[in-house]
């Protein structure tokens, strides 16, 4: 009485015969072309065709729920038929067929049946239909594309790249989600089982013929350009489901780190590294913290590792072929520069494509409707190198490796089924309109000088680093019991339009590294400074300066920018003081 059933259909002939047709018609391509699903995995191996799916489902078109059932989806000779039980005493049943018209033609067909309490039917044939509509259209489009597919390689190859962005349904957010997974599959590996590696990067394919071991030869190449060190502090960014930091806590290539800090836009991707860094043996020492969030810091995200108001540091920041898609790249660069301690190194495996040499046809293409990248993030290498050293970054380097890249990637999709096949058309569209794939590296300075440590240390003294600042017009301790508390006044610029005076308190202390500062202004900002002078050999010296600033969120970029400057000018007075030590 309360059950109802509802069904629908679609059909479609396509100028295709019917054996090309049932190649694209399998279970894995079917429930991949959902825009629902999230996860699917095949739990039982006695069970193949038993399928566990995750999907996410609108609620209200307010929020998301992400749903789990169990779905039988059969390979039969027409086609494929599923299925499904799900909750609220939903069933559905669905058939895709491949019906023969003639030998150049079949009709490609689509029957659903659903049936579900009588109050809920109204949504969930809305859902269904919306859903099932969306894999038939990319089954019939990628069949469709199999009967153009000579005259799209040789006339428009633009038009694959669409074809495979809409084939792959996610949010504009989100360019990946779990289908990686197959293609770390290798040819002995059982179809049942999760592979052994979850690589997402389009590899290093020089003297590799395996997937897997190409991402690995990528990851091990972004590491080498990071220089990380024994001891190190590192942050991985777009770390999938958590291969890379897998690799970086297990693989004897890689130097033992003291923490690990990850960060994923993606739910799933998080909730699976946690998951699988359980199941390793990390480091005893080893502190490891993962984020979900975007990787660049926006205005009220909770303990984000790039927050400015954070006083973490790394010695190695990485972003394994990611950062292209960053909003923006630049500004994930700035952040992450402020958060390197001095010395450390940034690596990123990229992808350079010059917007301003694209034709309109193909720049609207790419950066509106694929939206591969920001357009901002479309820059060529010499204007990435410049922005790099713009940011403050020394010793920058950009590799172009895309013929170690490109040419690999784009053979092993096309070897992996008519789907990856016309992935692999996109990306040759994408290296055939210029993009370069580059590992690009730099470092946040330090100076070392020609000075023994003794002397350094004769000039790293209070009043000193007090006057060296430009924005320094008094200073005095004005009480003889703590001749270490200095009250400093200021002129502080505003707007460009005119200059204030500014008075605060500052515990200004002689260590026997150097001085340490300790202060509090006015709005709620406290600053802390440190110089030191670390002793390299008998006559060489290295100098640094590390400042941590706090404040109001809505004035931190004002209060950064104007202390980023006068620090920066004290930290030159005091190298060309010491230098003259020399």
């Known amino acids: 009485m309360f059950i109802v059933n509802r069904q629908f259909s679609f059909s479609k002939v396509v100028a295709v015969p019917e054996a090309k047709a049932l190649e694209a018609i399998r279970p894995e391509f079917l429930i991949t072309a959902s825009p629902l699903v999230v996860k699917y995995e095949a739990k039982d191996p006695s069970q193949p065709d038993l399928y566990t799916i995750s999907e996410r489902l609108p609620v209200l078109g307010i929020f998301e729920t992400v749903h789990t059932f169990t779905s039988l989806v ?77 005259f799209i ?22 360019p990946y989600g779990l289908f990686h997974l197959s293609l770390n599959r290798l040819p002995n590996d059982d179809p049942r089982e999760l592979p052994k590696t979850e690589w997402l990067n389009m590899g290093f394919w020089k003297d590799v013929t395996t997937f897997p071991d190409a991402c690995q030869a990528l990851a091990k190449k972004l590491i080498q350009a990071a220089q990380i060190k024994h001891g190190a502090r590192v942050l991985d960014v777009g770390h999938g489901t958590g291969e890379s930091l897998i690799f970086l806590l297990s693989n004897p290539s890689v130097n033992l780190i003291s923490s690990l800090t990850g960060i994923t836009s993606l739910t799933t991707h998080h909730n699976r590294s946690l998951e699988r860094l359980s199941q390793i043996k990390v480091p005893k020492d080893t502190e490891i913290n993962l984020y979900e969030g975007d990787a660049v810091y926006r205005s009220g995200a909770v303990r984000h590792p790039l927050d400015p108001n954070s006083h973490a540091t790394f010695d190695a920041i990485l972003a394994l072929d990611c950062a292209y898609h960053f909003k923006t790249r630049d500004l994930f660069l700035r952040q992450s520069f402020e958060h390197l301690a001095p010395g450390g190194r940034i690596a990123l495996a990229d992808i350079c494509l010059d917007a301003a040499k694209l034709e309109g046809w193909k720049r609207l293409l790419m950066f509106s409707v694929f939206a591969v990248m920001p357009e901002a993030n479309g820059i060529a290498v010499p204007r990435y190198i ?25 053979a092993f999709l ?55 600042s430009p924005l320094v017009v008094k200073y005095e301790v004005k009480d003889p019991s703590q001749p270490d508390l200095y009250t400093i006044s200021e002129r502080l610029p505003v707007l460009g339009i005119f200059e204030t005076v500014n008075t605060f308190t500052s515990l200004v202390t002689q260590k026997e590294d150097g001085v340490e500062s300790q202060t509090n202004a006015q709005a709620y900002t406290t600053m802390n400074a440190r110089w030191r002078a670390v002793k390299k050999d008998e006559d060489q010296t290295e100098v640094r300066e590390d400042v941590s600033v706090s404040g109001i969120f809505f004035l931190m970029p004002y209060i950064v920018y104007t202390a980023r400057k006068a620090h920066q000018r004290v930290f030159e007075k005091l190298i060309q003081a010491v230098e003259e030590k020399a």
Request: glycine share 6%; proline share 3%.
């Open 153 to 174: 390689q040789l006339l428009v190859p633009g038009f694959v790249m669409v074809t495979f962005w809409l084939l792959w349904p996610r949010k504009s957010s989100d």
């Open 74 to 150: 059969t390979q039969k000779e027409d086609g494929v038929e599923s299925q499904t039980n799900a909750q609220a005493y939903t069933t559905m049943n669905a058939r895709w067929r491949a019906v023969k018209k003639d030998e150049d033609q079949t009709e490609v067909r689509e029957d659903v049946s659903v049936s579900g309490l009588f109050f809920l039917m109204p949504y969930i044939v809305y859902t269904a239909r919306k859903a099932h509509q969306r894999v038939f259209w990319v089954t019939g489009t990628c069949l469709m594309l199999m009967a153009l597919s000579i």
């Open 386 to 410: 410049e922005q790099l050293e713009k940011i403050g970054f020394v010793d920058v380097i950009v590799e172009d490796i895309s013929e170690d890249v490109f040419p690999g990637f784009v």
């Open 414 to 468: 096309k070897g992996r089924g008519f789907g990856w096949r016309v992935f692999g058309w996109m990306m040759e569209w994408l290296y055939a309109s210029g993009a370069k794939f580059v590992i690009a590296s730099g470092q946040k300075s330090i100076k070392v000088v020609a000075v023994p440590e003794a002397k350094a240390l004769e000039v790293i003294r209070p009043e000193f680093l007090i006057t060296a």
